[in-house]
C-alpha cells in the first residue's frame, strides 16, 4: 500500500492511497460472505455459492463497490495511524482508480489538529481580585437564614408585595379553557414576578376570596404568543413573620450560643467562598493569557459542525418545551439572534484554542493520565451531575465518550499544573496560596450546605459559579419558594426558572 499526505493547510490534509489488489482480499471476503446469505441461487445452499456465480448473479461492479465500500474505512484507519495523523471529524473520500484485479486508488481530505508551537512558559503571574467580606454580604446571609425560619400568619387584609397568597389560576383562550393553564391552592409570593407577566399588579389588593382578570402571553405550547385572559382568584393572605435577631435565634438556626458567633461563621464561610472564586479568576486569566499568547489555527469545520450541533440541539430542547425561537429569545432577552451566534461562534473558537493549547503543552511535557485521576474527575462530574461514580462511567461508555474524557482529564490536569507555577496576587499584592485553594472540609452541622462544590485534587481552580454560603434551615409553615411555585404552575403561562430553556444543555 501506498501513500502520501499533502498539507491543504495548517488544520486540513489530503492523504492519497494506493490499494494493491491482494491487500482487499479480506474485503473481498466479508463481502462475498455477507452477499451469500441474501442471495439465493437454485442448486446452492445459502452460503454455499461460489464467489464467480455471485458476480454474475448480481454483477461484478455492485460486487466491487461493495468491496470499496468495506475496504476504505480500513485503509483510511489504517493510514491514519501509521502515520500518527490527529484527525478532526469524517474525511471526504472521493474514489479516483478503480481497476478490476489491479489497483484501487482514493484520496481522503480531513481536517486535523494544528501544529501548535508552545512559548516558554516561565514567570507565569496573574491577578486577582481581593478576598473582602462586607458586613452588608453578612446581613444578607442572616437574612436568608432568618426567611428560612420565618412564619406564615393569615391575615384580614388586601395582600401586599412580600404577603405570600395561595391563589387559584384560571387561563383561557377564545373563550376555551386552556388545559395547561389552570392550577389551584398554589403558594406565591407577590411582588416576586417569578411566574407570569400581569399576575403581581392583578393580586395586589385582593383580598381572600377576591378575583382579578388579565392578560398575559402564552408562551409554550402551540398558541405561543398569543394573548390569553388569565383569572386569578386569592384564596388566603398570609404575611411572613421573621425571628428576631438575638441569641435564641442563634441557637434554634445554628450550633452557636451567641449571634456574634454565627455572623463571624458566616464571614469565615464567605471568605472561603470568595478565595474559591479567586481560584476561578486565576484559572481564567490563566488561559486568557495563553490564547494571547500563543497562535492557534481554527479548523473552520469544526466550528460549524459544533454550532450546527447546538443549533439542532436548542431546537429539539425549545421543541420538547413547547416553544420556538422567537419565544426563547424574548425571554432571555436576546434582541438579536445574529449578536448572539457571533458570541456561540467566539466561544467555541476560544474553547477550540484552549484544548489545541493545553494538548500541546500536555505532549511538551508529557502529561499521563493515571487511574487515580479519572476516578477522582469522574466522581466530581458524577456529583455535578446528581448521580453515582458507576451510572456517570457506564453513561461514559454506552455514549463512546470515553476518549475524549480522558483527553478532558488531561488537558484539566495540565492546566492545574500551570496554575501551580503561576505566581498569584490579589489587587493588594499579596501572594494567594494555591493550597487554600484545594477541597475543605468547613466544620459544623451547616457544612454540605454552606460549602461550593468540591474540585478535583489536581484542579485548585474550581467553578466561578459556586454559590454563596447559606446554612439550612425549616420549618413546618416554611413558605414554597419561587422553583416549587413554578412547577405547580400553569404550564402556557408560566415564565418563571422551571420554563426557561438553558443553552448550556445543547452543548455535546
Given at each position: 500500500m501506498k501513500s502520501t499526505i499533502e498539507e491543504l493547510g495548517p488544520t486540513r490534509v489530503r492523504m492519497a492511497i494506493e490499494v494493491p489488489w491482494g491487500d482487499l482480499d479480506h474485503a473481498f471476503g466479508e463481502v462475498y460472505k455477507e452477499l451469500g446469505k441474501q442471495v439465493r441461487v437454485p442448486g446452492f445452499r445459502p452460503g454455499k455459492v461460489p464467489n464467480r456465480v455471485l458476480d454474475q448473479r448480481i454483477g461484478r461492479p455492485v460486487v466491487l463497490e461493495q468491496v470499496v465500500q468495506h475496504a476504505i474505512p480500513e485503509v483510511y484507519s489504517e493510514v491514519v495511524r501509521e502515520n500518527q495523523v490527529r484527525v478532526l471529524g469524517q474525511p471526504d473520500i472521493e474514489v479516483t482508480r478503480l481497476d478490476d484485479n489491479d489497483t484501487l486508488a482514493f484520496t481522503a481530505e480531513v481536517d486535523v489538529a494544528p501544529k501548535v508551537e508552545v512559548p516558554a512558559l516561565d514567570g507565569l503571574a496573574v491577578t486577582v481580585d481581593d478576598v473582602e467580606v462586607t458586613d452588608e454580604e453578612i446581613d444578607a446571609q442572616i437574612t436568608v437564614m432568618r426567611e428560612r425560619f420565618g412564619m406564615l400568619t393569615g391575615v384580614e387584609r388586601p395582600a401586599e408585595d412580600g404577603d405570600f397568597v395561595s391563589i387559584d389560576l384560571e387561563a383561557t383562550l377564545d373563550g376555551q379553557v386552556l388545559e395547561d393553564g389552570s392550577t389551584t391552592g398554589m403558594s406565591y409570593e407577590v411582588g416576586t414576578g417569578s411566574l407570569m407577566a400581569g399576575l403581581d399588579d392583578a393580586v395586589r389588593g385582593l383580598s381572600a376570596d377576591g378575583s382579578a382578570t388579565f392578560t398575559t402571553a402564552l408562551l409554550q405550547g402551540p398558541d405561543a404568543g398569543r394573548e390569553a385572559e388569565v383569572t386569578v382568584t386569592v384564596r388566603s393572605v398570609k404575611t411572613k413573620e421573621l425571628p428576631e435577631l438575638d441569641d435564641e435565634f442563634a441557637q434554634t438556626a445554628s450550633e452557636f450560643d451567641t449571634l456574634e458567633e454565627l455572623r463571624e461563621d458566616v464571614?469565615?464561610?464567605?471568605?472561603?467562598?470568595?478565595?474559591?472564586?479567586?481560584?476561578?479568576?486565576?484559572?481564567?486569566?490563566?488561559?486568557?493569557?495563553?490564547?494571547?499568547?500563543?497562535?492557534?489555527?481554527?479548523?473552520?469545520?469544526?466550528?460549524?459542525?459544533e454550532m450546527q450541533f447546538r443549533e439542532q440541539?436548542?431546537?429539539?430542547?425549545?421543541?420538547?418545551?413547547?416553544?420556538?425561537?422567537?419565544?426563547?429569545l424574548s425571554m432571555a432577552g436576546i434582541e438579536d439572534k445574529d449578536a448572539h451566534d457571533a458570541d456561540q461562534r467566539k466561544n467555541i473558537e476560544e474553547a477550540v484554542r484552549t484544548q489545541f493549547i493545553l494538548d500541546a503543552i500536555a505532549d511538551e511535557r508529557e502529561v499521563a493520565v493515571d487511574n487515580e485521576d479519572l476516578s477522582a474527575q469522574i466522581m466530581a462530574q458524577a456529583q455535578r451531575s446528581r448521580m453515582s461514580p458507576e451510572q456517570y462511567a457506564q453513561q461514559l461508555q454506552q455514549g463512546g465518550n470515553i476518549a475524549e474524557f480522558v483527553a478532558d482529564v488531561r488537558r484539566t490536569k495540565t492546566l492545574a499544573q500551570l496554575l501551580e507555577q503561576t505566581t498569584i496576587t490579589d489587587a493588594s499584592g499579596n501572594v494567594v496560596d494555591l493550597e487554600a485553594l484545594r477541597p475543605k472540609t468547613v466544620p459544623g452541622p451547616t457544612a454540605d450546605a454552606a460549602d461550593a462544590p468540591a474540585e478535583d485534587a489536581d484542579a485548585p481552580a474550581v467553578d466561578d459559579d459556586a454559590d454563596a454560603p447559606a446554612v439550612a434551615g425549616s420549618d413546618a409553615e416554611a413558605t414554597t419558594d419561587a422553583t416549587t411555585a413554578a412547577a405547580e404552575a400553569p404550564a402556557a403561562v408560566v415564565t418563571g426558572s422551571e420554563a426557561a430553556v438553558d443553552e448550556d444543555v445543547a452543548k455535546g
Open positions: 464571614r469565615t464561610r464567605l471568605a472561603r467562598t470568595k478565595v474559591l472564586q479567586q481560584g476561578a479568576q486565576a484559572r481564567d486569566k490563566l488561559v486568557e493569557h495563553l490564547l494571547e499568547a500563543v497562535e492557534v489555527p481554527i479548523p473552520e469545520n469544526l466550528v460549524e459542525r440541539a436548542m431546537s429539539r430542547e425549545l421543541q420538547q418545551a413547547g416553544m420556538d425561537w422567537d419565544s426563547y
